[in-house]
Every structure is written in C-alpha cells, then in structure tokens.
C-alpha cells in the first residue's frame, strides 16, 4: 500500500514535469515562439487540475498499480501506452466540447510523447530497483502453498525461475505427503488441517491453494478459514488468496 502511495505521487510529478516540458519546448524554445493564438501560462496551468487526477485514474484502470512481480515490462508499457493516448484523446475531445480553439493542440502531442517517455524510464528504472532489493532479501512477499500436487511444483518452479518477483515460500501443507518432504528446497511444513496455526504464526501476503483434485473437498474449509483472517481487523487483513486450477491462477475476492 505505501509503495502505491509512492508510485502514484512519482507518475503524479511526471505528468507535472512533461507537461510543463511540453509547454517549454512549444512556447519558450527559440524556435517555437509563436505568438498568434496564445493564450496565457495560467490557463495552462489550471488545466493540470484536471489533467493530473484524470491520467492518474487512467493508469490504475489500465492496471499499472497492480504487483509488478506478476507483469511484464513490455505488458506495462503496452498499458502506459494505451493510458496516455485515451488520455490524449479525452483531451482533445474536451477542448472541442468547450470551445478552446487557442489551446495549443501541438503541446498535448508533445506533452503526449514527453509523458510516455518519462513514464518508461521511471518504470524501468523502478523495476530494476525492485529487482536488485528482492535479490537482497528485501520487499518479500510471504506465501504458504495449500496442497503438494503438480500445480505446487509448477508455482514453485516460476519462483526459483523469476527470483526477481520476491516471493518467499513459507512453507506447504499437505495431508498425503510426509512432513519435511522438500521441493527444490521448499518443504512440507504441516498438515491442511494447521492452516490456521500458520495464518496466526506468520505475517502471510498470499494463501496460494495448489490442492489435487481429490482434496478439493477441503477446499471450503480454506476459504472460510482465510476470510475470517482478512475480515477481521488482525494482521492478516491485506492477506490475498491465490487459487490455481490446470495452471490458470484465480484472485479470490472478499466483500
């Protein structure tokens, strides 16, 4: 949540600074100081009242505040991209509606191309720093796996394939296997049935539920356990539930 914080105040300045460029470079530049048709600085600026809450909306509808561990870099710049041109286009529509045929509309294209730019090297350069500080040790996403069964294997072989998403395997609980059983070094830790215990002694991000077929039965009980975790008011309360089925991952919703 703090890092969301963070994130959106970071993509908040670069709107600020891009648009403030773009105004520079059409208005200020020695080669682009046209004077037919200006309209004042503050006219502009008054705009970014609008412009900042409005593209900061955009991009958490385009998903770009949600965990970068799980997403691509060409997935988020895709979306960075997708985000400013219906930002552009909203804009432009806005000035047609209200008439303001003197807001340079050259501005809005280089403050287009001056927005993705700045937006791609500040991802860039956050993501190789996520990656460096997860390498460490540090900003660790804690998870317990519900079930040894191949989709266990499966989820654990893209941790240790992708050590940059940060995931640290607490441990898995399984009914079948024999306690301290290990997969590529994560082990079996306790029983379904200590699912509990485990919520309680540990400060968990996610519950991933890798059950087999057979022990599906039990998956009631896990869901129930796991919301009264995040329902009441413990530490637990961000706590997230991961359900995988033939390799297709489900974010389970509570309200």
Excluded at 145 to 158: K, N, Q, W
Excluded at 220 to 247: H, N, Q, R
């Amino acid at each position: 949540k703090h890092f969301n914080r963070l994130h959106v105040v970071m993509d908040a300045i670069i709107i600020v600074v891009a648009y403030m460029a773009a105004w520079a470079i059409r208005f200020v530049s020695p080669f682009n100081n046209d004077e037919v048709g200006r309209i004042d600085l503050k006219t502009y600026l008054m705009a970014l009242i609008f412009v900042v809450p409005a593209y900061l909306i955009l991009y958490a509808v385009f998903s770009l505040y949600t965990p970068k561990r799980m997403h691509g870099q060409r997935y988020e710049m895709f979306n960075v991209i997708k985000a400013n041109t219906i930002g552009l286009l909203m804009f432009i529509l806005v000035l047609y509606l209200t008439r303001q045929i003197h807001f340079s509309r050259i501005m809005l294209v280089i403050f287009y191309g001056l927005n993705i730019t700045f937006e791609f090297m500040a991802r860039v350069g956050l993501r190789m720093l996520l990656r460096n500080i997860r390498k460490r040790g540090f900003n660790q996403k804690h998870i317990v796996l519900v079930g040894y069964s191949r989709a266990a294997e499966g989820y654990i072989d893209r941790i240790k394939q992708f050590p940059q998403w940060g995931y640290n395997v607490v441990g898995i609980l399984d009914d079948h296997v024999d306690i301290d059983t290990k997969y590529r070094g994560e082990k079996v830790v306790g029983r379904v049935s200590e699912i509990e215990q485990i919520i309680s002694e540990n400060d968990l991000d996610e519950i991933v539920i890798t059950l087999g077929l057979a022990d599906y039965a039990k998956l009631e009980k896990v869901v129930t356990l796991s919301y009264y975790y995040i329902d009441s008011e413990l530490k637990c309360a961000d706590l997230k539930v991961i359900l995988t089925f033939y390799g297709t991952e489900f974010n389970l919703e509570f309200y």
